[in-house]
């Protein structure tokens, strides 16, 4: 079955730019999206078919996706952008997610 | 607005049945695919079942094919969720989500707030 990797956990001091991976065999291939997660909140679009920011979602919020890799960059991190970040493919008509990257910022 | 309010979770014994329901509003239901995805307590998310909008195509993460069957009734905008065979495994909060498109292949761009399955005796 198809896999999404993503590293558990990524730190990013305020104002920087923080950069969050997803690999997956020819991801490129495939439309990624990016859900955020804050504690005890559902999760929220803020990246689909690999570059587009939903309405409401920060210009600070942009995505990549060549190869195996996608991308998902925050630009000039705030405090708020703290949270799991999740990746999400389709593969065979099933729904595939990455097991999550917690954003720290300090 | 769109809403998504899911309902009937709660703690049921291994083996047990259980139904999720999950209405929505604010959208054209019908025009619209519609997932269950579940997040054990403490763990990622996991994706669980999608229909179409017309209801014609489902499709289910091999963890729950065979137990889990996704319905929807869009005379009443609702999403369903039928759980039989449960197991501990199954434990988690379960997320209604609307997808993009009808079809599968969208992202899902709104999600209710869950409803937590307990399988435990």
């Known amino acids: 079955s198809y896999e999404l990797t993503q590293a558990p956990s990524v730190s990013v001091s305020p104002g920087q730019t923080a950069s969050i991976t997803c690999s997956g065999d020819k991801l490129g291939d495939k439309y990624a999206s990016w859900y955020q997660q804050k504690p005890g909140q559902s999760p929220v679009l803020v990246i689909y078919?690999?570059?587009n920011r939903p309405s409401g979602i920060p210009e600070r919020f942009s995505g990549s996706n060549s190869g195996n890799t996608a991308t998902l960059t925050i630009s000039g991190t705030q405090a708020m952008d703290e949270a799991d970040y999740y990746c999400?493919?389709?593969?065979?008509?099933?729904?595939?997610f990455g097991g999550g990257t917690k954003l720290t910022v300090l | 607005e769109v809403q998504l309010v899911e309902s009937g979770g709660g703690l049921i014994q291994p083996g047990g049945s259980l139904r999720l329901s999950c209405a929505a509003s604010g959208f054209t239901f019908s025009s619209y695919a519609m997932s269950w995805v579940r997040q054990a307590p403490g763990k990622g998310l996991e994706w669980v079942s999608l229909i179409s909008g017309s209801g014609g195509s489902t499709y289910y993460a091999d963890s729950v094919k065979g137990r889990f069957t996704i319905s929807r009734d869009n005379s009443k905008n609702t999403l369903y969720l039928q759980m039989n065979s449960l197991r501990a495994a199954d434990t988690a909060v379960y997320y209604c989500a609307k997808c993009q498109a009808q079809g599968s292949g969208a992202p899902f761009d709104y999600w209710g707030q869950g409803t937590l399955v307990t399988v435990s005796s």
């Open positions: 078919q690999d570059t």
């Open positions: 999400q493919a389709w593969d065979s008509s099933t729904v595939v």
